[in-house]
């Protein structure tokens, strides 16, 4: 349903960009930008075709004229966009058309409709929920951190931890919160602990946002060698983001690394 959304987004973003474009170039000059060189001097004209009771083609200096030669750039730009656009449209048409829906309900409908008894084994968001809500956490721990709420409640530290958790959710990836890991001989505590909707994989999640105390980072680049001793690697089970330095947070890596390991 995700990927669905997705393309129903693109598509009506896509038709909104082309009504508006169409709409804007009503607005443009007659002509079309026309650049020539002479003495080693490049030339800006407007090119007026002949029609009408034109008998010959005219041509306009524009060189001197900034805001006419950035209205005859943005209509080359906009003559060349819209037929993209317009292709892009089809090609998303096209694909909802034919994009059949994986999700459990989609699948097995008719399915439960004959053996309704069956329903609560088919269902992994259920299962994902059960397992996300199954642990303890130790709110003590810092507690004068706990600055931040995320949209399901949960006291969280950070800016960069409640974006994770948004987009988390936003994508139906079942995670824990500062989850004790459950090895007697690791005492860190995860930012987040997720498990893998495709595979059930667990998968942990740290996110530095003090990037710029240098105390904070060797502190956790200790923690990440502890999790190495005990199979707990980057590209492997470990994800580890960053804040930028000015504190800012960069949601579209955030969305790329769920993409790509947790999709």
């Given amino acids: 349903m995700i990927i669905l959304n997705d393309i129903q987004r693109m598509l009506q973003i896509l038709s ?6 169409e709409e804007e170039s009503k607005n443009f000059p007659e002509g079309n930008l ?3 060189n002479s003495r080693g001097t490049r030339n800006y004209c407007e090119r007026i075709p002949k029609g009408g009771n034109r008998k010959k083609e005219r041509r306009i200096g524009v060189g001197r004229d900034v805001h006419r030669l950035h209205m005859l750039v943005r209509k080359e730009y906009v003559k060349r966009a819209i ?13 909802l058309d034919r994009y059949n829906c994986v999700d459990e309900n989609s699948v097995m409908n008719s399915f439960v409709q004959r053996f309704p008894e069956l329903a609560t084994l088919i ?8 397992w996300e809500n199954d642990y303890s956490r130790d709110k003590t ?3 004068e ?9 949960t006291e969280m530290r950070s800016l960069g931890e409640i974006i994770i958790s948004s987009r988390l959710k936003h994508y139906g990836i079942p995670y824990r919160y500062e989850a004790e890991i459950g090895h007697p001989d690791i005492s860190y505590v995860p930012d987040f602990t997720i498990k893998r909707p495709r595979d059930g994989k667990i998968i942990y999640w740290e996110h530095l946002g003090k990037v710029n105390d240098e105390d904070y980072l060797k502190k956790n680049k200790t923690k990440f060698d502890v999790y190495e001793m005990f199979g707990i690697v980057p590209w492997d089970n470990l994800i580890i983001s960053y804040s930028q330095a000015n504190g800012g947070i960069n949601e579209k ?3 790329s690394l769920i993409q790509g390991w947790l999709m």
């Fill in 16 to 21: 909104d960009l082309q009504t508006d474009l």
């Fill in 34 to 36: 026309y650049c020539y």
């Fill in 83 to 95: 037929p993209l656009i317009k292709k892009n449209v089809e090609i998303c048409k096209d694909f």
């Fill in 123 to 130: 269902y992994n968001d259920d299962i994902n929920e059960e």
């Fill in 141 to 143: 721990l810092h507690a």
């Fill in 145 to 153: 951190d706990l600055k931040s709420l995320s949209a399901d409640g």
């Fill in 253 to 255: 890596l955030i969305d």
